[in-house]
């Protein structure tokens, strides 16, 4: 009994000692000279974030992180990378400096004894949080600003007085009710006196809860805003203040993308891609990371016509052009296995003329080499495919999919 109690410590022991925190994303330091006070961030990066150096994605910035940023992040990874009905993103958490702190820097400006400082915050982030962050990631022009319950109220009050440089605001169950439902008043004769051009996104949400002041200032809202804001209101009376965030960030979410995901299974032609283009560029001001998935269905429904599946490569360049190499990779992986070794060898060489340090197309010259014999280059192909990989902090399950690879090669 003492053995076998002493081997099972020993094996708990290497079993611990191998043991890895899994994190998501990243959390950095940044000192503030509009707060005067030094913040945190946590981002967060998708999975095909360093696929390509030359791509770009939206922000998806979040008031509240300390709160809300694991379940969001997990949300946005399920919605875009994994079913790709919206596009892949970049989210910023920033986080609060205790809870006394967070609330004053979220409440607005206005003349009463529970006066905030939102006016500052937002210069905060205007002129420090968003130019360090387009200085530092890969983002386009493309963000949204987010918050539940105080931090929903501090939104609602950028929505309405700091909207140039967001396309989205994002109020979950704000705090409407605050100082009397002042926010109310104070839109209503902003609305009126001032006529603001608000062109912009909002949606708004309410859980099982009254007094919030949420109804009254979406009717409010409704009468008296300009055309240009497009307000979407959701009630969710299922959910309590605690857990509408959830549900909230996914309707808003997919409603706000409904035309990312094209409504074809694949492009049927070089002229669909330019179509899909312009309705991007168009309704959203930049074009968005297309899905692997989406591509992976036109090379598959163009298998057997070479022509067309030049043709829409030639469109990729022209409109997609980061995302060239990846529709080439995923024609060079059909046509190997199809073993229309001679087809994949063409465009193989466009990809590595492209890019030589592509580890999707290094994998995929693997591929070729080995079904040509060639087993010493195609060791040496997938080793480096790895290699860059792994620098590029790829998702665990792609570098697996590569280490499988190189493992069949040395059998």
């Known amino acids: 009994m003492t053995k076998t109690f002493t081997l099972f410590c020993i094996l708990l022991c290497i079993t611990c000692s191998f043991a890895q925190p899994i994190t998501i994303g990243e959390r950095i330091n940044f000192d503030s000279k509009t707060l005067k006070q030094n913040r945190e961030f946590a981002i967060y990066t998708p999975p095909s974030y360093n696929h390509n150096n030359a791509e770009t994605f939206p922000v998806f910035y979040l008031v509240d992180a300390d709160y809300n940023f694991h379940y969001l992040t997990g ?25 006394a702190t967070y609330r004053k820097q979220s409440k607005p400006p206005f003349k009463t004894k529970d006066k905030g400082s939102a006016d500052v915050t937002m210069k905060f982030i205007n002129t420090e949080v ?8 890969k983002t386009n022009s493309y963000r949204i600003l987010a918050g539940h319950s105080i931090g929903g109220l501090f939104t609602t009050y950028a929505m309405l007085h700091h909207n140039t440089q967001f396309d989205t605001f994002i109020a979950v169950s704000p705090s ?3 100082e009397d439902e002042l926010v109310k008043k104070h839109t209503l004769k902003y609305l009126k006196k001032d006529k603001p051009e608000i062109n912009t996104n909002y ?16 009717k409010m809202i409704q009468y008296n805003a300009p055309r240009t804001l497009k307000m979407k209101f959701k009630h969710f009376p299922e959910e309590t203040h605690g857990s509408v965030g959830l549900p909230t960030y996914r309707w808003a979410l997919q409603d706000l993308f409904t035309d990312y995901k ?10 669909a891609v330019e179509d899909y283009y312009n309705l991007i560029k168009t309704k959203y001001k930049t074009p ?22 030049l043709e829409i490569e030639q469109a990729f360049e022209k409109y ?13 992986e059909g046509l190997i296995g199809a073993g229309k070794l001679k087809q994949a060898e063409k465009i193989l060489n466009r990809a590595l003329k492209n890019d030589q340090n592509n580890f999707e197309t290094l994998t995929n010259q693997s591929r070729l ?3 040509q014999k060639k087993k010493d280059k195609a060791l040496n192909a997938i080793n480096k495919a790895i290699e860059i990989a792994q620098s590029k902090n790829i998702r665990q399950w792609l570098i697996n999919e590569l280490v499988e690879q190189k493992e069949g090669l040395e059998k």
Do not use: C
């Open 288 to 309: 968005f990371h297309i899905s692997a998935g989406f591509m992976r269905n036109t090379a598959y429904a163009h298998s057997k016509d070479k022509k067309a599946r």
């Open 130 to 137: 968003i130019p360090f962050i387009d200085s530092h990631y």
């Open 75 to 99: 949300l946005i990874e399920l919605l875009s990378s994994v079913s790709a009905n919206i596009p892949e993103m970049i989210v910023v958490g920033i986080s609060g400096k205790g809870t």
């Open 176 to 178: 409407l009710w605050w």
């Open 262 to 271: 094209p409504k074809s299974g694949s492009f049927k032609d070089a002229k």
């Open 203 to 218: 949606y708004l949400s309410l859980a099982d809860e009254k007094g919030m002041g949420v109804h009254e200032f979406v």
């Open 320 to 332: 997609f052009p980061n995302q060239t190499d990846e529709f080439r990779n995923i024609q060079i």
């Open 369 to 371: 080499l080995q079904k």
